[in-house]
């Protein structure tokens, strides 16, 4: 089974402080995603990597940014936390070829005080 | 505007009343249709992938369906267990790899 792990289940930090939210995939999978999940909104993207070293933006990218040094490991950055990024954070991680489904991790609840 | 749907927002079952789940969708070009279950405080666990229209798939009291605009979750003789937000998502040609999601339905099953 595909296992997405996401470093924390809640974490609280302060607006203006610089956040790390990590997420490692045990499948060898080349694209990884980051989502964002707010009531009434569904999960919207705010980036992707379909590659080591590589990142493309998704449909909410604003005030955040993504690092993929490793295959395995996807992390994302909010660089100057803010009260309206208090959401559920969840990644996934899926095959290269269309048609493959994406696997979650159990997500971050974030909240910025 | 929206590319999917879902509907009705929330359901309430009572154990053993079968129903339906919908996922309408407006995209061109549908690659696959993919439904997940998430429980509270959980990530989607991924349930089916459709990818044609007239495709069915099963698991266990679940059968998903798909047409050329919409698809399905029938729920057969449910179980408090069932109970769950279940989603849809769509994979296009005009999105890559991406996946749009529909805002999902709150399944509530009493016994």
């Known amino acids: 089974d595909v296992k997405v792990t996401q470093s924390s289940r809640y974490l609280v930090k302060r607006t203006g402080e610089k956040v790390f939210l990590e997420c490692v995939q045990d499948?060898?999978?080349?694209?990884m995603f980051w989502y964002r999940q707010d009531p009434g909104l569904g999960l919207r993207l705010i980036y992707f990597?379909?590659?080591?070293?590589?990142?493309e933006k998704g449909d909410i990218p604003e005030g955040y940014s993504v690092s993929r040094e490793k295959k395995e490991r996807f992390s994302l950055i909010l660089e100057s936390a803010s009260t309206n990024q208090t959401s559920m954070y969840l990644c996934?991680?899926?095959?290269?070829?269309?048609?493959?489904?994406?696997?979650f991790g159990d997500g971050t609840r974030l909240s910025i005080l | 505007e929206d590319q999917v749907t879902q509907s009705p927002e929330a359901l309430r079952l009572q154990e053993g009343e079968s129903s339906s789940l919908n996922c309408s969708y407006t995209v061109s070009g549908l690659r696959g249709l993919f439904w997940y279950r998430q429980d509270p405080g959980k990530g989607p666990e991924f349930l089916f992938t459709?990818?044609?229209a007239g495709e069915e798939k099963e698991k266990e009291r679940l059968k998903a369906t798909l047409t050329k605009k919409e698809s399905f979750l029938h729920i057969t003789a449910p179980k408090p267990e069932d109970s769950a937000t279940y989603l849809c998502a769509v994979q296009a040609m005009e999105y890559g790899n991406k996946l749009v999601f529909g805002a999902g339905t709150i399944l509530r099953v009493k016994s």
């Open positions: 996934a991680s899926s095959l290269p070829t269309i048609y493959q489904p994406q696997h």
């Open positions: 459709l990818y044609s």
């Open positions: 499948m060898d999978h080349e694209n």
């Open positions: 990597s379909y590659d080591v070293k590589m990142k």
